[in-house]
């Protein structure tokens, strides 16, 4: 099989460090896909980036045909097929992850385009560095030759958050919970929703709402411990999330590869077409199905006046989030 390209920023950091081997065991791309591993650090470290690649040729990986590390975007995105751009500031203690965007948002627009002028034009862009959907925003502007469709930003971990924590509150594994939904930003004002959830029991499958019975902990203690996961993570280890964000960018780019389970859908930050009343030209998070490498909203979902006014709050700061990033890159 041709080995196919795929480009990792910030590859000397904390997600790439657990990232790296995911991608090169063939979780993403599948077990017989072969790699090459473009690794994109900034110059000053090149060092670490050294390191780095010592023990990925020391892991002896079968399907890691070469690794070309570099501060050169050219050299990095030259003809890549895929790209999980990670590289940029992550937030410390006390910061909103918007606080980042005036310094990382502009990384975006440089790689945009990068993409524009290097990369294949079927490649497949994910935005993990923060905040990422409004970096995805800007990012698909700069890549005006690449479709917007091709570029989304991660607000997987937060599903996989929200997926563990309804397994744990019910005694099963997360695998047993499906089809919780983030909607809008991956910030504070993200809607973790369970109401299409459904969860497998030993006594048979049912909705997620009706295993739990209380109302009161959906609405309230679930999407404030969701939402907050983040800033817990970083209280606790001073350093943000990386272990599980890498696990959610290796899932959500191998959802996109190989497709999302029968009957399953997952959540992706995706440039807005205005279902669900949300505006368009804003990268918000939606229930998806992909296939073939496309991914599709899934529609009719019923939103009740509660569910309206968390979508809101929520657009509402992706619509400033985006004012503010375009007059931060017409600088
Ligand atoms: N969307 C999500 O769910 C999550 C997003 N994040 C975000 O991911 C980003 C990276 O986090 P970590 O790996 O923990 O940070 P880190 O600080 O450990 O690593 C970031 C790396 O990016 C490099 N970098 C900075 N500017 C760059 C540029 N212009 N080009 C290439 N590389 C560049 C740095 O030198 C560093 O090696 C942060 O913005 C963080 O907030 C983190 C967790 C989850
Ligand atoms: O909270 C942060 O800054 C890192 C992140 O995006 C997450 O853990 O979800």
Not at 69 to 84: C, G, N, Q, R, V
Not at 114 to 140: D, E, Q, R, W
Not at 203 to 218: F, L, M
């Amino acid at each position: 099989m041709e080995p196919i390209r795929v480009l990792i920023t910030g590859a000397a950091g904390q997600i790439a460090y657990s990232l790296i081997l995911q991608v090169a065991k063939g979780d993403v791309f599948g077990s017989s896909q072969p790699v090459i591993l473009h690794l994109l650090d900034i110059t000053p470290m090149m060092g670490v980036l050294e390191g780095v690649v010592m023990e990925i040729e020391d892991c002896a990986l079968p399907l890691v045909k070469s690794v070309v590390s570099t501060d050169d975007l050219e050299t990095a995105f030259k003809d890549i097929d895929a790209a999980f751009l990670v590289g940029s500031m992550p937030r410390k203690q006390g910061m909103e992850r918007k606080d980042l965007l005036s310094g990382n948002v502009k990384i975006f627009k440089t790689q945009g385009d990068a993409l524009n002028k290097y990369a294949k034009k079927s490649v497949k862009v994910l935005i993990v560095g923060n905040p990422a959907n409004t970096n995805a925003f800007i990012c698909a502007k700069y890549a005006p030759s690449i479709p917007k469709e091709s570029i989304t930003a991660m607000t997987r971990l937060d599903h996989n958050r929200a997926r563990a924590n309804i397994a744990k509150r019910l005694s099963v594994t997360a695998d047993k919970v499906k089809n919780v939904i983030i909607w809008g930003n991956h910030s504070s004002t993200q809607f973790p929703d369970i109401k299409s959830a459904i969860v497998n029991l030993p006594q048979g499958s049912t909705s997620v709402y009706n295993a739990i019975k209380d109302e009161n902990w959906i609405k309230t203690d679930f999407i404030k411990t969701i939402q907050a996961r983040g800033a817990a993570v970083i209280n606790a280890r001073k350093m943000s999330s990386a272990m599980s964000a890498a696990k959610a960018a290796a899932d959500h780019m191998k959802d996109i590869w190989c497709g999302t389970p029968f009957g399953e859908y997952t959540s992706m930050g995706v440039m807005s077409d205005g279902s669900y009343g949300i505006p368009k030209d804003i990268v918000f998070s939606f229930p998806v199905t992909t296939q073939n490498k496309t991914w599709k909203i899934v529609q009719n979902l019923e939103i009740n006046d509660f569910m309206r006014s968390m979508l809101d709050v929520t657009t509402k700061e992706l619509v400033e989030e985006r004012e503010e990033a375009l007059v931060v890159c017409k600088d």
